[in-house]
């Protein structure tokens, strides 16, 4: 397997950095290649803005989207991004790997999000008609590669459980498994959350790093979320509502978009 591992932690010698060197030496003994980006020791740019666009007229306004799809299309990207799709194309397997601060991912990370998913490569691509509605949610560029996260928390299980109070992680976690990664075509896998780790002893880190292992050697093999496929005939199209047929009675939110 080729692996990338998007990295976003500030302190190499932090649990998230001990727990990156456990995986990446798992999958390297299991003879994958594997590339890192880590956005904070690679002084990643977290923010979209004009420099973004170097053939944006000083006096054009900035419309992001706009920018970024003729940006993309002219290959006039800036030179960090432009390699950033360069390892995702060459990689097959994603992984995203964070500390959880304030309910999502650091800043850095939604940055990398923002700018190195540009508009005709991530998004805004496929054919709109009766049947289909682009290349999204399962399709797009990514189709047939996998992606999981790798997430600390500070936090308890019972915290993050169905009926904890700082709302159930798979719906904290929804708008980036759903929403970052299945949107441009990949198949997520369940997310490697370790909980409450900000007075992890020795033996705890020890199971934990053997835990992390274990999802590193079953990556090829874990069954992915079931999300629903977009063009697959359970929703409307254009109005993207899931068929009221479907989901189960009493479901909403976003486990509709999770097949029974
Ligand atoms: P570190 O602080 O590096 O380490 C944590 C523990 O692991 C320490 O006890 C350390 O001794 C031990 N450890 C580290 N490395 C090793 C090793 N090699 N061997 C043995 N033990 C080791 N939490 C939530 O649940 N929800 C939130 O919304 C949330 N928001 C936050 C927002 C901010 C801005 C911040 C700063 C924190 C927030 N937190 C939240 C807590 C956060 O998720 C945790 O602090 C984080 O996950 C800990 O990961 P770390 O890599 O920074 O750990």
Known sequence: MKVLLVFAHPERRSLNGALRDAAVDELVSLGHEVRVSDLYADGWKAQVDRLDFPQLGAAERLQPSRASKQAYAADALTADVKAEHE????????????????????????????????????????????????????????AGKRAMLIVTTGGWQEHYSARGINGPIDDLLFPINHGILHY????????????????????????????LRERMRALATTPPIPYRKQNGGDYFIPSMELRPALGGRG??????????
């Open 184 to 211: 441009p075509g990949y198949d997520v896998l369940p997310p490697f959350v370790a909980y409450k780790v900000d007075r992890m002893d020795e033996a705890a880190f020890a199971a934990t790093a053997r835990a």
């Open 251 to 260: 479901a909403k939110g976003f486990a509709l978009h999770v097949r029974e």
């Open 87 to 142: 390892k995702l194309r060459w990689a097959d397997t994603l992984l995203l790997q964070f500390p959880l601060w304030w309910f999502t991912m650091p800043a850095i990370l939604k940055g990398w999000v923002d700018r190195v998913y540009s508009y005709g490569f991530a998004y805004g691509v496929g054919e709109h008609n009766d049947t289909r509605w682009g290349d999204r949610y399962g399709e797009g560029v990514f």
